[in-house]
């Protein structure tokens, strides 16, 4: 017999914090810089594959219907009382980056196979369908682009396109997926969704410096990406003089002053600027490099100031062809989005399972590019962050949140989640 459906519901936060350690556990290296347990899990690599392989298995555990579609997004599906409503969607990624910690995407797909779990165990029916999914290189450090499965999920980029990236080592995306097994058969554009809720780590210092747990998330900045090249001329280290040198490596390092330059002006709103690659040829210690090559990530709330920035950026690189005869630039964009505003009446929804669990809450902007914000174009979007310790580190082994940040978390996130999906 069928349970009355509860106001609010209460996850299993030790079963959580145990799937989020077993899952860290694939791709775990231990990292010398920290002394730390750290995660390595870039998409679709044959560490990632095995992360999805037992994901998959827990969703089919839990009693999900699992479908793979061409871009190796994964959905598991819990069936609602009617078939033809829209569902209610949940979910994040399990790809990382290469120096990572166990939560960053992990806790909101392993949060949802949890909240479906808690549903099971209650006898808990919904009038819409409940759906986890897990999006394809949300990071974008293997192929370049990140929000990558979400976005062509969406419709802002097409399967064409996602397809035919390349690694550095020029594997492409496409022959990764059917060498790994995850270019499935169903279609990548999804039907929209009745509404999609993410919940994630902060990833910054904002809910322990205000003493809270919870943070309903307003929105994602605006986020540019950037990769330059600089040509410029080899030459021996010694007996070249230096006005006769064309120093693609001093270029770079012009470009990068040039960015903390623009930051530090405060003439670009709240602008942030980082070179997070660089690397020069030939890589050697009395060679002139004659190329470098670079990655410019910029991230701006305002998408003026943004566009602002980014005309600064050029300005300076033609600058820089022009002061130095032999230096030429190029530059491709890898990834841009604009910033994207979240659903209010949803916040409300998750402000107030805050509430009813009694969690204090933040309103906040998220200063990182989540799979919600693609998701944002087909459906009422929102986000739940939860509290990271040691200021919010991120992208780094020392990532940690608490098991009972985790557990309340996921708890705003399934009784929201019961709430949209009781909705007519």
Known sequence: MTSPTPDKITVNGDRLWQSLMDLADIGAYDDERTGLRGVNRLALTDTDATGRRQVIAWMEQAGLTVRIDRMGNIYGRREGTDPTAAPVLTGSHIDSVATAGAFDGCLGVLGGIEVVRTLNEHG????????????????????????????????????????????RDGLTLGGELARTGFNGPADVRLDSPHA???????????????GVEIGVVTGVQGI????????????????????MRVDAGLAAAQIIVHLRALVDSGEYGDLRATVGHLIVHPDLTNIVPARAELTVDLRNPDDVQMARAEEALAACLRDLEDSRPGLSLTVRRMAKTAYVPFDEGLQKVIAQAADDHGLEHI????????????????????????????DGISHNPREYSTPEACAHGVDVLATTLLRLADQD
């Open 224 to 243: 540019s990406w950037q990769e330059i090249t600089i040509h410029g001329r080899a030459a021996h280290a010694g007996t070249t003089p230096t006005h």
């Open 196 to 210: 999609y809720v993410e919940c994630h780590i902060e990833q910054g210092p904002v809910l322990a410096e205000n």
């Open 363 to 390: 309103s906040l902007l998220s200063g990182a590019g989540h799979d919600a914000q693609e998701i944002a174009a087909l459906c009422p979007t929102a986000m739940i962050f939860v509290r990271g310790e040691y």
């Open 124 to 167: 808990i029916t919904t009038r819409r369908p409940v759906e986890v999914g897990i999006f394809t290189e949300e990071e974008g450090v293997r192929f370049g682009t990140d929000m990558l499965g979400s976005a062509v999920a969406a419709g802002r980029l097409t399967l064409e396109y996602a397809h035919a990236l390349t690694d």
